[in-house]
């Protein structure tokens, strides 16, 4: 069994930033990859940001140059470092853990508002 454990998320105002932990508990943690995925209501869930066991990263165009992905593969924990933040990020937050062996998790979501 694997859980995935979010934290930061919360309100922000515009330019602002916040940053997004996740952290995976279980037995066999052979994590290929971890990334964020979120969404607004009435959108689907897309990928923001994904960082790949060697530390490769992929971005969503709306979020490079802003956002900043990481991983610690001892801890098996992603953090999404989120700044000059915009009313359009306003999302609920998924951490993704992708396994070597196939099996895919995702945490409970974290909201992010944008707003003044």
């Known amino acids: 069994q694997v859980h995935l454990v979010e934290s930061g998320g919360g309100l922000v105002q515009p330019g602002g930033s916040l940053r997004l932990s996740c952290t995976a508990f279980?037995?066999?943690?052979?994590?290929?990859?971890m990334g964020w995925y979120r969404q607004a209501p009435g959108n689907q869930r897309e990928l923001v940001a994904q960082?790949?066991?060697?530390?490769?990263?992929n971005y969503a165009d709306s979020v490079k140059g802003r956002f900043t992905i990481s991983r610690d593969n001892a801890k098996n924990t992603v953090t999404l470092q989120m700044n000059s933040l915009k009313p359009g990020d306003t999302a609920v937050y998924y951490c993704n853990a992708e396994f070597f062996a196939g099996a895919n998790y995702w945490g409970q979501g974290t909201q992010v508002t944008v707003s003044s």
């Open positions: 960082i790949n066991w060697s530390g490769s990263t």
């Open positions: 279980g037995s066999h943690l052979n994590i290929k990859v």
